[in-house]
């Protein structure tokens, strides 16, 4: 499969989150929607948002976004609940990173890590610790080689401060890698995919179980180049637990080139997106159980319906899966769907006019009351993208 999805640039929504248990959310309440932020692309503000944010206690959203800033590199940015937007980091485009693709995590000192596709040493992407105070530490700068480059996915932390992540390249055969990042710095490769059917170019970011296993996807790789699901246990050994059409014929209507990372449930069945594949090639929700059986829970038929999702799910306590798409919609502009237990498709949100945000490529979060909150890449006032809220 060629690796050109028709996407802008690489950079998706990749950081895998350990499944959230959400307050459900009413349907007949989708019409609520309002834009908390657009974005003007220019030197003070933030432009054209790839990711996903995060929220703290107090209702501050945090994200980034590869365009604007002070050198038209990206920024990191805080958004108060009044809508207030601080640039926490506005990154040069040198040694401190370039091209923020992916969202970002916080520890419980208010640190915010994540990375850079490229910029460092060898502009290959690293590694950023960015303290309450707005000071970034490069954790680690990619060098091309076996440790890795260009790391569009964000990371995981586990309860002794190491971090997680995926590379799109570098590794033994320049097709990715899975590192671990100590606090010191240290970085180990535990795995080094070969372009085969381990599978190759992840993408997306990882997620934890309470062994300490981690798991994702790969874009490309496979028995036919359609993408992996992978487990990977903590010596390092990879298990391939799903491969996407394996004999070809396409559509794939099992899903083809997974781009997001995947949800656990409590059951240990994981669940995600692919940007092809389905009844009409134009992407999939599925369902992987711990057997390793594959199940198609929702397969996207353009248009109205949407198409091409390029970003991981949420889970509520009624077992509602909530994302985006980037395309589709009336106006083929996006849209936020809601995915009921039995399969049923809810359209939330279409994005169909400039001032309301356009093209989203990154996942939901939702607070205790039920608001959705995420991103798009363009539109707004100045057409550099927004942040948005859904139903209040």
Do not use: W
Request: net charge negative; with cysteine; glycine share 18%.
């Amino acid at each position: 499969m060629s690796r050109n999805l028709n996407i802008f640039s690489k950079c998706i929504l990749g950081c895998g989150l350990a499944l959230a248990v959400l307050a459900p959310f009413d349907s007949a309440d989708a019409g609520s929607f309002k834009v908390l932020h657009s974005f003007a692309g220019t030197p003070t503000d933030g432009g054209n948002p790839l990711a996903g944010l995060i929220m703290d206690k107090l209702g501050n959203l945090y994200g980034t976004t590869q365009n604007g800033g002070a050198a038209g590199a990206g920024v990191v940015f805080k958004l108060t609940p009044d809508g207030t937007e601080t640039v926490l980091h506005s990154f040069t485009g040198g040694s401190d990173g370039t091209s923020p693709c992916a969202g970002l995590i916080m520890d419980s000192s208010g640190n915010l890590y994540s990375t850079t596709s490229d910029g460092g040493a060898d502009d290959d992407g690293v590694v950023f610790k960015l303290a309450p105070n707005g000071t970034e530490t490069v954790l680690h700068s990619f060098t091309g080689g076996s440790d890795g480059a260009h790391p569009y996915a964000g990371l995981i932390a586990d309860g002794l401060g190491n971090l997680y992540g995926t590379t799109d390249e570098g590794g033994a055969v320049n097709v990715g890698v899975v590192f671990k990042l100590a606090p010191d710095g240290t970085e180990t490769v535990l795995h080094s995919f070969t372009g085969g059917s381990d599978g190759e170019y992840p993408l997306a970011g990882l997620t934890m179980d309470s062994s300490g296993n981690l798991y994702s996807t790969t874009s490309n790789g496979g028995a036919d180049g359609n993408g992996v699901v992978f487990k990977l246990a903590l010596d390092g050994t990879e298990t391939v637990l799903y491969t996407f059409c394996p004999n070809g014929g396409y559509p794939c209507t099992d899903g083809q080139a997974p781009l997001a990372g995947l949800i656990m449930d409590s059951s240990g069945n994981l669940y995600s997106t692919t940007y092809y594949g389905g009844a009409r090639n134009r992407g999939v929700v599925f369902k992987l159980a711990p057997d390793g059986t594959e199940t198609v829970l929702h397969s996207f038929t353009g248009r109205n319906g949407g198409e091409s999702p390029q970003a991981g799910l949420i889970m509520d306590s009624s077992g509602n899966l909530y994302s985006t798409t980037y395309s589709g919609g009336p106006d083929n502009r996006g849209v936020v769907f809601k995915l009921a237990p039995d399969g049923t498709e809810t359209v939330l949100r279409s994005f169909t006019r400039r001032s309301g945000g356009k093209y989203p490529q990154a996942g939901l979060i939702m607070d205790k009351k039920g608001n959705l909150y995420s991103t798009a890449l363009d539109g707004g006032a100045d057409n550099d993208g927004v942040v948005f809220r859904l139903k209040e």
